[in-house]
């Protein structure tokens, strides 16, 4: 079964960075834009970055820009979101997902998610 696998995840003080990956087995997603969700408690799910098949085209939402910064690596079929100068309302399950690169990002036609991973900041 293809999912996209997250780690990196965990506690970290207000300030402070995590590097998330995302693996994936069983199938290459180097074809594939691939983008970073979050959903906290209480909240839908949201947008947080993407990135094109060539990496070389990147999107990010407001509340992040200028602090994470989304990369890949299609020999290791991975996607990174390195997360600089955490705040408390980044606290969230943050997933990853795929989506077959035709050309045009859609954040709601993901095919593959993974399960998530859990990010906390501490105040």
């Known amino acids: 079964q293809v999912q996209p696998v997250e780690s990196g995840g965990g506690l970290v003080q207000a300030g402070g960075s995590l590097r998330l990956s995302c693996a994936a087995s069983?199938?290459?997603?180097?074809?594939?834009?691939r983008g970073w969700f979050r959903k906290a408690p209480g909240k839908e799910r949201e947008f947080v970055a993407a990135?094109?098949?060539?990496?070389?085209?990147?999107k990010y939402a407001g509340a992040v820009e200028g602090r994470f910064t989304i990369s890949r690596d299609n020999a290791l079929n991975t996607v990174y979101l390195q997360m600089d100068s955490l705040k408390p309302e980044d606290t969230a399950v943050y997933y990853c997902?795929?989506?077959?690169?035709?050309?045009?990002?859609?954040?709601?036609?993901?095919?593959?998610w993974g399960q998530g991973t859990q990010v906390t900041v501490s105040s």
């Open positions: 997902c795929a989506l077959y690169d035709y050309g045009i990002w859609n954040a709601n036609e993901c095919d593959y």
């Open positions: 069983g199938r290459s997603f180097s074809s594939y834009f």
């Open positions: 990135i094109n098949w060539k990496g070389v085209w990147t």
